[in-house]
């Protein structure tokens, strides 16, 4: 069998190779690898631990400079420091994402100083582990305002700098909980099934834009959230972190660059005709 061969131009990544071999196929060797972010710019709310912190050195290792938005002034500064000290591109900004005021102020700040935004990851989230009755009502507005009007806000501000340069892609975080209900856990589950159907509706809307909107639904990852809701519910840590795992057909529990590695995917080309879209990553957890 006879193959064309083709080797494209970095600019020329995606774009289609004719098949001219008369064989039904042609070969493409391509000269740059279609996962890196060199020279795109990507916000991570809740970039200071877990899932975000690992996401941030993740996106900066394929290239991308990456900024950090958290609340955490320490921790932000600190994943930043561990970015930097391997060569990566980071930067930090103090931001409440329930602040309209601070988001907008902090997407100002980015496009004043790189001059575009390119990748969004709403990941900022917090959980409270009670039932309804249970619950005060400062504690729905807490999670219903980080996890769900937190992503509406920067999405809000994002979006037209996003347009402005051709484009872009959105990641929400849901959860498997945005999927399926779970227990104890009743305003996180309102707010993460918000986030998944938000996703699809913002990619209905923005798609002429060529901004793409998906959502990640990670399930039980290694992280100090996890371990938090453990001390929620009066439980050992461990103990709680290795029934997690075991109750999943890979075995396991995550660890926040098995979801990092997903935003990867979903912030780069090749997930290129990809919007609207959610993908769990759980270790098959809700299979
Ligand atoms: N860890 C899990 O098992 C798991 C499972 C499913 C979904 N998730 C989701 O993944 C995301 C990340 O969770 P994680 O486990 O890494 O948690 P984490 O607690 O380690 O990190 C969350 C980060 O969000 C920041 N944050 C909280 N409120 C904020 C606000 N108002 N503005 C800006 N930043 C704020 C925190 O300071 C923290 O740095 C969350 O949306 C969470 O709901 C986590």
């Given at each position: ?17 004719p ?19 060199e020279g795109?710019?990507?916000v ?6 877990g ?25 932000g ?10 060569g ?23 496009k ?15 959980i409270v ?44 975080t ?49 992280t ?5 809701e ?58």
């Amino acid at each position: 069998m006879r193959l064309k061969m083709k080797r494209l131009g970095q600019d020329e990544t995606f774009r289609a190779v004719p098949d001219v071999s008369g064989v039904g196929g042609s070969l493409v060797v391509r000269s740059k690898n279609p996962l890196v972010l060199e020279g795109k710019v990507a916000v991570i709310t809740g970039g200071a631990s877990g899932i975000g912190r690992a996401t941030a050195g993740v996106l900066a290792e394929y290239g991308a400079q990456s900024v950090i938005l958290d609340i955490d002034e320490d921790k932000g500064k600190g994943a930043v420091s561990a970015i930097t000290e391997v060569g990566g591109k980071a930067k930090f900004i103090k931001c409440d994402v329930t602040s309209s005021h601070e988001c907008r102020e902090a997407v100002d700040k980015i496009k004043a100083k790189f001059g575009r935004i390119d990748i969004l990851f709403n990941n900022a989230g917090v959980i409270v582990r009670k039932d309804v009755v249970s619950h005060e009502e400062a504690e729905w507005d807490l999670v219903m305002n980080v996890t769900l009007k937190g992503t509406y806000l920067m999405s809000k501000y994002v979006i037209p700098a996003m347009a402005a340069n051709g484009g872009g892609s959105i990641i929400n975080t849901g959860s498997g909980w945005g999927l399926k209900g779970g227990d104890n856990a009743a305003s996180y589950c309102a707010a993460k099934a918000g986030v998944v159907n938000l996703t699809r509706a913002m990619a209905i809307d923005h798609g002429r834009q060529n901004i793409r909107v998906n959502c990640v639904c990670p399930g039980d990852t290694d992280t100090p959230m996890l371990r938090g809701e453990a001390r929620q519910l009066g439980l050992d840590e461990d103990k709680f972190l290795e029934s997690s795992g075991v109750d999943r057909p890979l075995q396991r529990i995550g660890v926040p660059r098995d979801i990092a590695n997903a935003v990867l995917f979903l912030a780069s080309d090749l997930s290129g005709w990809i919007t609207g879209a959610t993908i769990v990553v759980d270790g098959g957890g809700i299979a």
